[in-house]
């Protein structure tokens, strides 16, 4: 705040307010610093129970015996100060506080002691984790300046992800900005207001002190609501956890923002119109000299806690935060990494890589960029909301394993900056149970605030379980066993089912549809659409579509493998980089250009995984979006359906797709959206391989289709559809469970019954147009 001479409108003696801080500033701030030794301690070796509990009493035995001896010091310095004439100050002048004298010391020096101590902490504890992060793999992530700016400026300065959550973004927005606002007043109150009085031209002083004056005002706001929303209205997610790291530093937030007004009520030239809260505090409280003074303290000790906090708790995201968005991952969601690329940015195949082990295992074995994410982690729980594998009770919560990369980090520095591999691996962190629970649904990913990424981390932990150590964990062996059957088959067959390859196009036999013949659109039946039965039909409906329309169609048959995707989730890039060879081979062979697949999972393979593979040149489409152009072309009868219908989202076709409007365009719309829906939809449960493994769930949890199935019915729709073979098989199995006469059917079903229904009426106009017959001659 702006004070060029400080004037103070009354005087009081320091005793009683030393008397004041030395009750309440001092223990608050030993507590924490306690509070933080003890987890420490804990954290670092203390694993067994007994020398837990003695740690434990030996902890709050120092801790009541500094607290007595610290207030017995503090509180006979008050009652000195209390009969000292030399420490009360005149009316009329006075220095700012940081250039008095206290005792022996003036003021700048006891706070450059005190930023020093925590500062310097501050800076070695970042300065720390940036090294730790720097043990990560290199990767290119300073590319596409203006792409990462702009997200920068709306993802990070605009907090467009945290807005989503309305309540609890919004409270976040008021602090987040508030902070901003105030963060410039906080440096000059420690310069003695050097800044406002000698950098900032007269003509902005007062802006810059509204500007303040309403960041303090929002911050203080927003911690408030938060206390109200933990205290009263407790969310469910944090019902039963300890809040005590978040409410210390809310305290000390609000610790800063109210000193604030304390200290510009004290001013000689607080403004009502720039400063309204500080002109009211100097009217109505009419603050001391020692009152000021102590506010001033407490403020300047408050930020120094608050450094001294940041590196030690989920608030290192203050930090962390900005680097995490601005490096963020610009390709398409859930776009895997090859496991290395070459000069010309493909690719390197399997064959002619020159790697030590596949995968990751180790914490050096993921990107620098992958490791920001430990410390970047709000602990906000949004991710845990949403996964499907926690919501069944599985072991995995996204949370968890973020926190578990910086805990790994923490607990192994010395070794790790030394260069040298800890004992513990990274996957034994994760635990096999969590990392083969993943969906890749990446609804975590979508929901994080601050752009995290959990799924390559699984999904990079799963190469190495998959191409090296092919030993699992006997937690997982009934998960995992039915996934190498399926991936025996795949390497045998080029299908999961292991049937026979030249099957493959039997399910297209009479439609006079071209076989692995050139032609405008390639239809990719994928595995399910070849060879399950129920899912033949979805493929045999979209063939006579394309044909209505007068499309030049054709299909690969036996020529056509499996995308890959099964392959690639459950770790085996040898195996999917065998199958998208094979595939772009064929592509190439016949000169295949346009691809429409039904299968969401090979919609995004084919369209963006397998770009890095040569597959460039390849526009792929999901059937919903070619039909859907067909009908806005007039190719196609107008869309509509019958009865009441709601739309189930495939995960790697809406949030990972960005499609959402064309499946629900082509059927006519949509009657009733179920509660998630749309890029929130909730996963049916078969993406990341899961639909080739073993579902085990503890009793009291149900399945992930189950949920799903449950939220479906909900709607109250007669049907259900679907534009996913696996989505219509779980939703199937999950509405069956439930007891739900609820109809399933694909976008392409429902669009040829329209069709064959369109077409119905118009024969049956056409007959009733025509003359009747004249009767016969006698």
């Known amino acids: 705040m702006v004070a060029s001479s400080t004037v103070f409108n009354s005087s009081v003696r320091l005793g009683s307010v030393l008397r004041i801080m030395s009750n309440v500033i001092p223990m608050t701030i030993l507590r924490v610093m306690v509070f933080h030794t003890r987890l420490v301690l804990l954290n670092y070796g203390v694993r067994n129970k007994g020398n837990e509990r003695r740690v434990r009493t030996w902890l709050h035995r120092v801790e009541d015996d500094f607290s007595r001896r610290f207030l017995t010091v503090v509180s006979k310095c008050a009652s000195l100060s209390w009969n ?32 020093g101590v925590s500062g310097g902490f501050f800076l070695y504890q970042v300065v720390k984790a940036s090294r730790l992060v720097l043990k990560g793999k290199p990767e290119n992530r300073f590319d596409n300046w203006g792409a990462r700016i702009s997200e920068v400026l709306t993802g990070w300065l605009g907090q467009k992800k945290v807005l989503k959550d309305r309540v609890a973004g919004g409270i976040h927005v008021l602090m987040f900005w508030g902070f901003l606002m105030l963060s410039t007043d906080m440096f000059d109150l420690a310069s003695g207001n050097q800044f406002s009085q000698k950098v900032l031209p007269e003509v902005v002083r007062g802006p810059w002190n509204l500007m303040v004056e309403i960041g303090y005002i929002i911050a203080f706001v927003g911690c408030v609501l938060v206390l109200v929303r933990r205290v009263v209205f407790t969310p469910e997610k944090l019902k039963g956890k300890s809040q005590l790291e978040g409410n210390v530093i809310l305290l ?9 007004f304390v200290v ?27 009152m000021v003074i102590a506010a001033y303290w407490a403020h300047m000790l408050a930020i120094c806690v608050f450094l001294f906090l940041i590196p030690l708790s989920k608030h290192m995201h203050l930090v962390m935060a900005f680097p995490n968005v601005f490096f963020h991952d610009l390709r398409p969601m859930a776009t895997m990494e090859p496991l ?29 960029r992958d490791l920001i994410d430990g410390w970047a982690c709000t602990s906000c729980a949004r991710c845990q909301d949403v996964c499907p594998a926690y919501a ?35 996957i034994a962190r994760f635990g096999e149970d969590a990392i083969w629970a993943c969906t890749t649904c990446h609804a975590c990913v979508e929901a994080c605030p601050i752009y995290i990424d959990h799924v390559p981390k699984l999904t990079d932990a799963r190469r190495h379980l998959m191409m090296e150590r092919m030993e699992f964990d006997e937690s997982v062996e009934e998960t995992v066993m039915p996934l190498m059957a399926t991936i025996e088959n795949l390497e045998s067959d080029s299908n999961p089912y292991g049937l026979p390859s030249h099957e493959r196009g039997d399910w297209a036999e009479g439609l006079d549809v071209k076989v692995a013949e050139p032609a405008e659109y390639i239809y990719f039946a994928g595995c399910a659409a070849s060879f399950d039965e129920r899912n033949k039909k979805v493929a045999r409906d979209t063939i006579s579509i394309m044909k209505e329309a007068g499309l030049d169609v054709g299909i690969l048959g036996m020529q056509e493998g499996c995308s890959g995707d099964a392959a690639r989730r459950a770790g085996n890039e040898y195996l999917f980089q065998m199958l998208a060879e094979t595939n772009l081979s064929t592509f190439e062979e016949i000169g295949v250009k346009k691809v429409v697949a039904s299968c969401p999972h090979c919609f995004h393979t084919l369209g963006k995984e397998y770009k890095d593979y040569g597959g460039e040149d390849i526009e792929v489409m999901h059937h919903s979006q070619l ?25 790697y076709l809406g949030r990972i797709g960005g499609e959402l409007d064309a499946p629900r365009d082509a059927i006519g719309g949509v009657d009733v959206e179920a509660e998630r829906h749309g890029r929130d939809s909730f996963c049916c449960g078969a993406g990341g391989a899961q639909m080739w493994m073993e579902e085990h769930v503890d009793e009291g949890h149900d399945r992930v289709n189950i949920i799903r199935s449950k939220e479906l019915a909900a709607t109250g729709a007669q049907t259900v559809a679907v534009g996913c073979p696996f989505c219509s ?40 147009a025509e003359p009747a017959p004249e009767p016969a001659e006698a």
């Open 340 to 368: 290395a690329r070459g000069e010309d940015g493909k690719a390197v195949l399997l064959d002619e890589l020159d790697i030590e082990s596949f995968g990751a295992v180790n914490y050096t074995d993921f990107s620098w």
């Open 84 to 115: 000292c004439p030399s420490m009360s100050w005149a009316v009329n002048s006075m220095e700012h506080p940081l250039f008095l004298d206290y005792g022996p010391l003036p003021g700048w020096v006891l706070l450059l002691v005190l930023f």
């Open 627 to 651: 039909i859907n152009h067909l009908q806005k072309e007039g190719k196609l009868p107008e869309p509509k359906h019958d009865g009441t219908v709601t739309y189930h989202d495939p995960c």
């Open 264 to 290: 510009e009520a004290g001013e000689s030239t607080v403004s009502s119109t720039w400063e309204p809260v500080g002109a009211w505090v100097a009217s109505t409280l009419v603050p001391s000299t020692t």
């Open 252 to 260: 000390l937030i609000m610790t800063i923002t109210t000193t604030s």
């Open 729 to 768: 098989t779980m939703v199937t199995d999950g509405l069956s469970a439930i007891g739900s006469e609820m109809e399933v059917k694909d976008v392409a079903e429902l669009v040829w019954e329209q069709i064959k229904a369109n077409d119905a009426k118009i024969e049956a106009a056409k007959a009733s």
């Open 392 to 426: 069944s009770g599985k072991a995995l919560n996204p949370m968890q394993i973020i926190h578990d990369v910086r805990h790994y980090a923490n607990d192994n520095a010395s070794t790790l900056l030394a260069g040298e591999t800890p004992e513990e691996d990274i």
